[in-house]
């Protein structure tokens, strides 16, 4: 590991003014937080294109996880999204997961055999999962056979049970706007499941989105509705996207700026999310993003490809931690044609994956893509790992007079009573070409500590080479460079460019 000074990394920049960033905290500090944090949302359609099968694992996704393994998270996985609702069992199928399609991409159904549910042998060790079913089809007997196959194969591996993903998207024929109509269903085909499986299975509920509809199952509806009255749910699950290219009007909204606009972030995830995560916590209950990215229909390219991602991700997850969310599962997958006819994504022009750019990596060749690779944003999930590691206690911290709330977030992390980390991040947009602003922080007095930093030569670079967290690029998945941290003196200040963060760990 190479030691350098907390100011020599900095790029040539115009003079820092110095501000002093109180560590008082700005709100409650949350509880601790466990390794499970990170974790991932995996689209079963492309299962195979991310994991591989049992006996060939896809080695670049698994290197990803190993890294974070390694630095003590334990990331849980959802096997779900969109296409898990026309996901049946086939146990004389041999491959994992196969598609159903039309010639230009189109999801009619997936099809999953027992090498989906073995090929969960491949994940580092002590990797818990989702086992999400198929409500889609209104069909007890598809969930059925999902849930048994899941408990069949990886009972032990299986953390929570998911019947459905996002109800506020489904016909509106099927519940004609009711609540109760819904909770109905739900309890009747979770109930029946669960005495098959011999009433081990615990549930989430219910993965609804925030999108205005005339069904409203958000947990903060669900609750007051009866959804727990069979004591089956073990989480409340909400889909979190701010953003969205699934149509022009809000395509043109999803900006980097726009993502980067951290008063923004925060007016969405109290509004949006916190009153259902309220409600969870007040019943006694966890409650997850179970999905989230930036920008639903598969993200944008030249922004959500680029280091902008990072930022973004790494403010929203600690936005969340700060709100106590057990968990937060960042999507993963690809274009999805039958998602929006208006959506700017495609898949390729023979039909292939078009990788959402919002990923953290393109985990196979593409003629939509290219190359196999990691993207800039996989850098946020080290600084977030590293942050809350050991069961950090995270509150947020007030924005410095003389900055802009929009512009930057800051986080204190507690062990017991000490503080033990800052985070810094400064989400002023500076693009390729610009001469960037340095924000200067005075953190009072304290006996100093190291610094490690994730930085790029921009907010739009694409090149996830030129992309490091304390001095490290992921570009192929293994990590290039030395280790690099910066040593803060005693009563150091530290110094942040626009568009980059800060950890901050205190001796």
Excluded at 148 to 165: D, T, V
Excluded at 482 to 502: F, H, M, N, P, Y
Aim: hydrophobic share 35%.
């Amino acid at each position: 590991m190479r030691l350098t000074t907390a100011a020599s990394c900095l790029l040539a920049a115009v003079s820092a003014e110095i501000h002093t960033l109180s560590l008082t905290p700005a709100s409650p500090i949350s509880k601790p937080h466990g390794p499970q944090f990170v974790s991932y949302s995996f689209e079963p359609a492309f299962w195979a294109e991310f994991f591989g099968e049992p006996d060939a694992p896809r080695n670049l996704t698994f290197t990803l996880l190993n890294h974070l393994h390694a630095r003590g998270a334990r990331p849980i996985i959802r096997a779900g999204g969109i296409t898990m609702d026309s996901m049946i069992y086939d146990a004389s199928q041999n491959l994992s997961a196969v598609r159903t399609e039309n010639g230009k991409g189109g999801i009619y159904r997936t099809t999953i055999g027992p090498a989906f549910y073995k090929q969960w042998d491949n994940f580092p060790s002590g990797t818990k999962f989702i086992s999400t079913l198929n409500f889609g089809n209104a069909s007890l007997p598809i969930a059925l056979s999902l849930a048994l196959a899941s408990y069949q194969h990886q009972a032990p591996k299986i953390l929570y049970y998911e019947l459905g993903n996002e109800p506020t998207n489904y016909p509106t024929s099927r519940w004609r706007g009711s609540t109760q109509s819904y909770v109905a269903e739900w309890k009747n085909y979770t109930t029946a499941i669960a005495t098959a499986l011999n009433h081990t299975a615990k549930w989430w509920a219910s993965s609804a989105t925030t999108d205005i509809t005339p069904l409203k199952v958000r947990p903060s509806d669900l609750i007051p509705a009866g959804i727990n009255n069979t004591g089956l749910v073990g989480q409340y699950s909400i889909h979190s996207y701010a953003f969205a290219t699934c149509d022009p009007a809000r395509e043109r909204r999803a900006t980097i700026p726009n993502i980067l606009n951290h008063t923004d972030l925060l007016r969405y995830a109290n509004e949006e999310i916190y009153p259902s995560a309220l409600a969870a916590m007040q019943t006694g209950a966890e409650w997850t993003v179970g999905e989230f990215n930036s920008i639903a229909c598969s993200g944008k390219p030249n922004v959500s490809d680029t280091f902008a991602q990072a930022l973004w991700t790494a403010d929203v997850e600690l936005i969340y931690a700060v709100r106590n969310a057990t968990s937060v599962h960042l999507h993963q997958g690809a274009t999805l044609v039958f998602q929006s006819n208006q959506q700017l994504n495609t898949p390729g022009d023979d039909g292939t994956p078009g990788f959402s750019s919002y990923s953290l990596l393109y985990p196979v060749n593409s003629t939509k893509r290219g190359e196999a690779r990691v993207l800039p944003v996989f850098v946020s999930q080290l600084l977030v790992v590293e942050t809350l590691r050991d069961g950090g206690r995270i509150a947020a911290l007030s924005t410095p007079r003389g900055l802009e709330e929009r512009g930057f977030s800051a986080y204190g992390v507690w062990d017991r009573e000490r503080l033990r980390k800052v985070v810094v991040l400064n989400m002023k947009p500076f693009y390729a070409g610009e001469t960037p602003g340095v924000a200067e922080l005075d953190l009072g007095t304290h006996n100093g500590g190291v610094v490690k930093r994730m930085t790029a030569p921009s907010v739009d670079e694409k090149d996830s080479s030129k992309v490091t967290w304390a001095g490290q690029s992921f570009k192929a998945g293994k990590a290039v460079g030395e280790e690099t941290t910066e040593k803060l003196e005693a009563g150091g200040k530290i110094k942040v460019r626009d568009s980059e963060g800060v950890l901050v760990i205190f001796d």
